[in-house]
């Protein structure tokens, strides 16, 4: 009896690992963001960067700036920090208002996660 329970043990251990595996290793959210969602800034950013909490897989990532006119503002492709952490892009002269960030990304575990925010460029700038 004593060995038939220690192979149920083992098996019931062998079925959860990959759940706790999972578990610990999830999707990519971000930490920081620069601008900040919600924030108001008087001078125009010349690059948007997303800081996320697990490493981003390059080839997957999309980063974009639009204005109130639905135009990618960015001027060049996103890029990935060497550490993998760090998403960003260059963008042209944006004026004055508000725009998008939408980002999508894929962590290294294969788990995809994606969002939005948004920020402003007030009238003191370009």
Known sequence: ????????????????APCAASLAYAHAYPEE?????????????AEVSIKFDSAIEKL????????????NEAVAAPVVSDSGKRLSVKVGALRPGEYSVKWSVVCIDTHHSQGSYTFTVASGGL
């Open 33 to 45: 963001e620069i601008p900040a969602a919600g924030q108001q800034v008087t001078t125009p950013p």
């Open 60 to 71: 997957f990532a999309k980063l974009e700036v639009t204005g109130a006119d639905g135009k």
């Open 1 to 16: 009896m004593r060995t038939s329970r220690k192979f149920k043990a083992i098996a019931l251990l062998i079925t959860l």
